[in-house]
């Protein structure tokens, strides 16, 4: 099984900024699509953003602008760069990676961090 690892979530200022990493157990090269999702109280897990294997992008209306996913092959980590950070912003982030084959297509998740915006 692949294994994601989130780091870099805490408290900050609204206006603030934060980055966020994922390391990944396997070559990131291996897996097809990574994204960042977050998840606030009652509510359902919405994509912020995702990269796929080929270096395509696609964010969530609310965070153009603002966050910036990025990757580093030679450390298997995926990075979500948040800025002009907002308390709506707050949630557990989860990371995702996405791993397609003929038949089915496997979905692996972190265990999240929490990022709260706050003054």
Same mark, same amino acid.
Request: with cysteine.
């Given at each position: =099984? /692949?294994?994601?690892?989130?780091?870099?979530?805490?408290? /900050?200022?609204?206006?603030?900024?934060?980055? $966020?990493?994922?390391?990944?157990?396997?070559?990131? $090269?291996?897996?097809?699509? #990574?994204?960042?999702?977050? =998840?606030?109280?009652?509510? =359902?897990?919405?994509?912020?953003?995702?990269?796929?294997?080929?270096?395509?992008?696609?964010?969530?209306?609310? #965070? +153009?602008?603002?966050?910036?996913?990025?990757?580093?092959?030679?450390?298997?980590? /995926?990075?979500? =760069? #948040?800025?002009? $950070? +907002?308390?709506?912003?707050?949630? %557990?982030?989860?990371?995702?990676? +996405?791993?397609?084959?003929? %038949?089915?297509?496997?979905?692996?998740?972190?265990?999240?961090?929490?990022?709260? %915006?706050?003054?």
């Amino acid at each position: =099984q /692949v294994q994601l690892v989130e780091s870099g979530g805490g408290l /900050v200022q609204p206006g603030g900024s934060l980055r $966020l990493s994922c390391a990944a157990s396997i070559s990131i $090269l291996r897996l097809d699509a #990574m994204g960042w999702y977050r =998840q606030a109280p009652g509510k =359902q897990r919405d994509l912020v953003a995702s990269i796929t294997s080929g270096g395509s992008t696609n964010y969530a209306d609310s #965070m +153009k602008g603002r966050f910036t996913i990025s990757r580093d092959n030679a450390k298997n980590t /995926v990075y979500l =760069q #948040m800025n002009s $950070l +907002k308390p709506e912003d707050t949630a %557990v982030y989860y990371c995702n990676a +996405k791993v397609v084959h003929t %038949v089915l297509d496997y979905d692996y998740w972190g265990q999240g961090t929490q990022v709260t %915006v706050s003054s």
